[in-house]
């Protein structure tokens, strides 16, 4: 995802395809559907099945949208959001793209008709949230000249929304993105401070309290800015405890959400709340097992290594051995051989071969984790030191 947040601001120019719809609007309609509570009614069990991963559901009520309101992007925007949380558990996972594009190509068509013809604001808020999705998947997919060119027209149509917020919190959302990663990217990144300087100045604190906002009081973009904000205030500021309050209100509202409850697993495994961590990573493994949606080898490469670990701290390490060996099938099966929990999980299994005293087995898992790591990876030095002093 940071690898997105840089691309937004590099400026590039590319044509694009127009999807083919022709849906007449309506004479009596006021052209707004943001802020309409009928429609929100109509709405609130679709998204709520959505973010529950039961993806089907909420599909066959956005096409009930799409029926009556189909000459509006919003229904096309459901659509695609829909498509997009099945990729997000594992990007590795590539059934969905085009029906992702194709949703967001559709809701952009009539986002652009929207934007010239009717209601300029609430065009410009779906075109930037139409490019900003599109963004963040080309970056997974290291598409870099697509999710430059989405990112940019984003921060084009993201300017047009500004200073509306008062009108439709869903329009604060895109504002408090771009205060918190303006001032986070020159940050983290000084040889982009010059791009930066083309961009209004960021205000990280506002974005962050802009974010609560949204995530209190908006409809559509509420459990987006949950979502983004829960994950800047663990990775990025730092506050674990706020973080885990989040996580852990977005796995009870969508307990069936395959990301949340990841995410709640790793914050409860890194604030030390290792029963719990057990217990949720027991949970995913069994949905694995089970087969539920959105529940594959990424998030058990996660849940194994927890286990494993817990396991080798409480001195169970028949148990460990066997977790970490599992974490190492998941990572495997999910082409995942260059991730971190993977390459602990060889590491580990190769420490308590080594305290065992099993020197050739340990030799084994040492040697696996030099090829699997580069040579400045902590873990390919540590590797080095213990196959030289054995």
Same mark, same amino acid.
């Given at each position: 995802?940071?690898n997105?947040?840089?691309?937004?601001?590099l400026?590039?120019?590319f044509?694009?395809?127009?999807?083919?719809v022709?849906?007449?609007?309506p004479?009596?309609?006021?052209?707004s559907?943001?802020s309409? !509570?009928y429609?929100q009614?109509?709405?609130t069990?679709a998204?709520?099945?959505?973010?529950? #991963? %039961?993806?089907?559901?909420?599909?066959?009520?956005?096409?009930y949208?799409?029926?009556?309101?189909?000459?509006?992007?919003? !229904?096309?925007?459901?659509?695609?959001?829909?498509?997009?949380?099945?990729?997000?558990?594992?990007?590795?996972?590539?059934?969905?793209?085009?029906?992702?594009?194709a949703?967001?190509?559709?809701?952009?068509?009539?986002?652009e008709?929207?934007?010239?013809?009717?209601?300029r604001?609430?065009?410009?808020?779906f $075109?930037?949230?139409?490019?900003a999705?599109?963004? %963040?998947?080309?970056?997974? =997919?290291?598409e870099?000249t697509?999710?430059?060119?989405?990112?940019?027209?984003a921060?084009?149509?993201l300017?047009?929304?500004?200073?509306?917020?008062d009108?439709?919190?869903?329009? $604060?959302?895109g504002?408090a993105?771009?205060n918190?990663?303006?001032?986070?990217?020159p940050?983290n990144?000084?040889?982009?401070? !010059?791009?930066?300087?083309?961009?209004?100045?960021?205000?990280?604190?506002?974005?962050?309290?802009?974010l609560?906002?949204?995530?209190?009081?908006? #409809?559509?973009?509420?459990?987006? @800015?949950?979502?983004?904000?829960?994950?800047?205030?663990?990775?990025d500021?730092?506050k674990?405890?706020e @973080?885990?309050q989040?996580g852990?209100? $977005?796995?009870?509202?969508f307990?069936r959400?395959?990301?949340?409850?990841? #995410?709640?697993?790793?914050l409860?495994?890194?604030?030390g709340r290792?029963d719990q961590a057990?217990?949720?990573s027991r949970?995913?493994?069994? %949905?694995?097992?089970?087969?539920?949606?959105?529940?594959?080898?990424?998030?058990?490469?996660?849940?194994?290594? #927890?286990?494993g670990?817990?396991?080798?701290i %409480?001195?169970?390490? $028949?148990?460990?051995?066997?977790?970490?060996?599992?974490?190492?099938?998941?990572?495997?099966?999910?082409?995942?051989?260059?991730?971190?929990y993977?390459?602990?999980?060889?590491?580990?299994?190769? =420490?308590?071969?080594?305290?065992?005293?099993?020197?050739?087995?340990?030799?084994?898992?040492? &040697?696996?984790?030099?090829k699997?790591?580069? =040579?400045?990876?902590?873990?390919? &030095?540590? @590797?080095?030191e213990?196959l =030289?002093?054995?």
């Open positions: 995802m940071k997105y947040l840089l691309l937004i601001l400026v590039l120019g044509g694009k395809a127009v999807a083919q022709d849906t007449p609007v004479i009596d309609s006021n052209y559907l943001l309409n !509570p429609i009614m109509e709405a069990q998204i709520n099945d959505m973010y529950n #991963f %039961r993806f089907e559901r909420s599909m066959s009520h956005f096409n949208l799409r029926k009556q309101y189909g000459w509006h992007p919003l !229904p096309y925007f459901l659509m695609g959001m829909n498509s997009f949380w099945r990729i997000l558990p594992n990007f590795n996972e590539t059934k969905y793209d085009k029906q992702f594009l949703y967001m190509d559709t809701s952009m068509y009539l986002a008709r929207l934007y010239k013809d009717l209601n604001v609430e065009g410009a808020f $075109l930037s949230s139409i490019y999705f599109q963004g %963040r998947f080309y970056s997974e =997919r290291k870099w697509k999710s430059a060119f989405a990112g940019k027209n921060l084009k149509y300017e047009e929304c500004k200073g509306y917020g009108l439709n919190p869903e329009l $604060l959302f504002d993105l771009f918190y990663y303006a001032e986070w990217v940050e990144y000084p040889f982009l401070k !010059p791009v930066m300087a083309m961009f209004p100045d960021g205000d990280k604190e506002k974005g962050i309290e802009q609560k906002t949204v995530a209190r009081n908006a #409809f559509y973009t509420r459990t987006e @800015a949950q979502y983004y904000l829960m994950r800047i205030l663990y990775f500021e730092n674990t405890a @973080a885990m989040l852990e209100y $977005l796995h009870k509202t307990p959400n395959a990301y949340f409850h990841r #995410f709640y697993t790793q409860l495994y890194q604030t290792y057990m217990k949720e949970s995913i493994i069994n %949905r694995i097992d089970s087969a539920f949606e959105g529940y594959e080898y990424n998030s058990g490469r996660y849940a194994a290594f #927890f286990l670990h817990i396991s080798e %409480r001195k169970n390490y $028949l148990e460990a051995i066997q977790y970490y060996k599992l974490a190492m099938e998941y990572g495997e099966a999910a082409g995942a051989t260059d991730k971190g993977y390459i602990y999980s060889v590491l580990h299994l190769a =420490r308590i071969e080594d305290k065992a005293g099993n020197v050739d087995k340990a030799k084994e898992y040492y &040697k696996y984790v030099k699997i790591t580069d =040579r400045k990876h902590s873990a390919n &030095k540590e @590797a080095r213990r =030289r002093e054995l």
